[in-house]
């Protein structure tokens, strides 16, 4: 599948289209299947896209009570840390529209197990797998790690969900779908903006190995899309 560039001017255009299109693929995915499963992400762009979703006036009309949410990752901390993803969510998007909490996914918080029993826990929740989902927003750090899956790391070729020990970023406990998961998604989409993901964008546009920049793995089923200002797309060349 070919991966596409869009650039836009600032983080907030881009945080104002990818929410455009983000409920684009939730009302199409609920008019052709009756549900929509939505990866979304942390970070500064990932959490701005959900603000930017809840004021968007076609989020009124959405159907919540069909949508499912799931995270692509999870830092592995006490329940509404402020580090969480899913808390940061909330904040953003989740508190505020009509979704049944168990239409909610997250990861295990840690409540005093090891992360691997947190992994274990969350698997038993699924016994059946995960479904398609239709939308997987992906951050990227700039190292070019997506999720939790770092460079030089274990990234769970043959596992759906990976416990984290040992993550170079704080904190350094944490879960993390594969690309085994990921790539299962209909649409992939990666956000990022600011200089300082420059070099891992180009990285990404030069197909360095995943081993090296762990971005350059995701490749969703229908389209791969990495959406950019212009300050990360500052390396990208034609």
Not at 54 to 76: T, Y
């Amino acid at each position: 599948m070919t991966r596409r560039f869009v650039v836009l001017p600032t983080r907030s255009d881009v945080e104002v289209r990818v929410a455009d299109e983000l409920l684009t693929e939730i009302v199409l995915a609920l008019s052709a299947r009756g549900r929509a499963d939505v990866v979304v992400t942390g970070g500064t762009v990932g959490i701005g896209v959900l603000a930017a979703v809840l004021h968007d006036h076609r989020a009124h009309d959405v159907d919540w009570s069909r949508v499912h949410v799931w995270w692509g990752d999870e830092r592995f901390v006490a329940a509404g840390h402020a580090d969480r993803n899913d808390h940061q969510a909330r904040g953003a998007l989740l508190d505020h529209i009509a979704i049944p909490p168990d239409n909610l996914h997250p990861f295990p918080a840690d409540a005093g197990q090891s992360v691997e029993t947190a992994r274990d826990e969350f698997l038993s929740q699924y016994p059946d797998g995960f479904p398609q989902f239709d939308v997987a927003l992906n951050g990227i750090g700039p190292d070019g790690h997506t999720a939790s899956l770092f460079p030089g790391r274990d990234h769970g070729e043959s596992v759906s969900v990976i416990a984290v020990r040992d993550s170079p970023k704080l904190p350094t406990e944490r879960l993390s779908f594969t690309f085994g998961v990921l790539n299962q998604s209909r649409h992939v989409w990666i956000v990022a903006s600011g200089a300082d993901k420059a070099d891992a964008i180009r990285r990404i546009a030069a197909n360095s190995p995943t081993s090296e920049t762990p971005a350059t793995g995701l490749n969703g089923v229908v389209d791969t899309v990495v959406w950019l200002d212009t300050a990360a797309a500052a390396l990208v060349t034609d």
